[in-house]
């Protein structure tokens, strides 16, 4: 009896052993193509849907990892945190880029951006995320019927603005706005293909341009080539104006993925600190994936970046301080 015993915990050892591994493969694989793929800075739509991924994959195989270790399983440990320590070299430039040198004794302009989900209609979620963040300037993306029929009472404080007409989509009707506590001038003539709202804000600094911009889904929702388009439209934006520019609202991409060096190569903005995430806002924020951003001029220096208060939409918003840099 005891022998028949023993005989089974033998042929039941190779098995469990067999699929631990074929576990720990697939679990430690799976981050490892996110890691190669970002750093690969490959393009296609495959390896770069991969990338997007990177920051909440870094922060699951470090816990893989430190797992693996308490159960003594030490070489898959080992091969865990190797591949976090690749996911880590993929994330930093997302996480820390340049921040600039701020000039000394240069005023601060906070600017807010947010996309608020076309079918948000929790008006007051969102006034009290506007009040906390007390910003000289707001970006607002996909503003829907509900918010905007209170827009009044949304941008109080904020008497100058800029919105676009009414768009009709599946996802929900939708606005894009910058409003402001000065004065703002609109920047006409946006070339096609490009959602987006732009003016000439006065500001602390003196006269600095913003760019609200929503670019599309990435594939397998859309074209591979639109959000490759619509930056192109940005660059004819960016390169038509004088002076300092900001350029903030929903991209769709992190900043080290495809999009985000066709940003910095093209358009030569750089983009604030993308941790925590700002998508989905169902997650902690240190789970989430950062696609909303602020980008600024090589010009400006930025002096700080923080998550604002949750508006009732899937994203966060950010808030972000930024200065003259020094020349």
């Known amino acids: 009896m005891t022998t028949g015993v023993h005989h089974q915990d033998k042929d039941r050892s190779p098995i469990a052993s067999r ?92 600017l807010y951006s947010a996309n608020l989900w076309a079918r948000n209609d929790d008006t007051a979620a969102i006034v009290a995320s506007i009040r906390e963040a007390d910003a000289d300037i707001l970006v607002l993306i996909e503003l829907g019927d509900a918010p905007a029929a209170r827009i009044d009472t949304l941008l109080e404080g904020y008497p100058y603005r800029v919105v676009t007409p009414r768009i009709d989509r599946p996802s929900g009707a939708a606005r894009s706005v910058i ?71 929903d991209f769709n991409s992190v900043s080290s993925a495809r999009i985000g060096r066709q940003v910095r190569k093209d358009v030569g903005l750089v983009p604030a600190p993308g941790f925590p995430g700002t998508w989905p806002a169902a997650l902690p924020a240190a789970l989430g994936v950062t696609i909303d951003h602020v980008w600024r001029s090589p010009d400006l220096a930025l002096t700080g970046r923080r998550l604002g208060r949750p508006t009732g939409s899937d994203h966060r918003p950010v808030v972000v301080e930024l200065t003259r840099a020094v020349p």
Do not use: C, K, Y
Request: charged share 15%; proline share 10%; aromatic share 6%.
């Open 179 to 249: 409003a402001s506590r000065r004065p703002l001038e609109v920047i006409p003539d946006r070339p096609d293909g490009l959602h987006a709202v732009a003016a000439l804000a006065q500001t602390p600094l003196g006269p600095v341009n913003v760019v609200g911009v929503h670019l599309t889904r990435p594939w397998p929702f859309q074209e591979q080539w639109g959000q490759i388009s619509e930056t192109m439209a940005l660059a004819e934006i960016r390169h038509s104006l004088e002076g300092p520019v900001i350029v903030a609202g």
């Open 19 to 110: 699929l631990f591994r074929l576990a720990a493969l697939a679990l430690v694989g799976a981050p490892l193509a996110i890691g190669v793929s970002a750093l690969s800075g490959f393009g296609h739509r495959g390896p770069d849907l991969l990338a997007q991924f990177t920051a909440p994959a870094l922060l699951a195989t470090a816990a893989l990892a430190a797992v693996l270790l308490l159960v003594r399983r030490v070489r898959w440990a080992l091969a865990a945190a190797a591949v976090a320590g690749l996911l880590l070299l993929a994330a930093w430039p997302q996480w820390l880029p340049p921040t600039g040198e701020a000039t000394p004794g240069t005023p601060r302009l906070r």
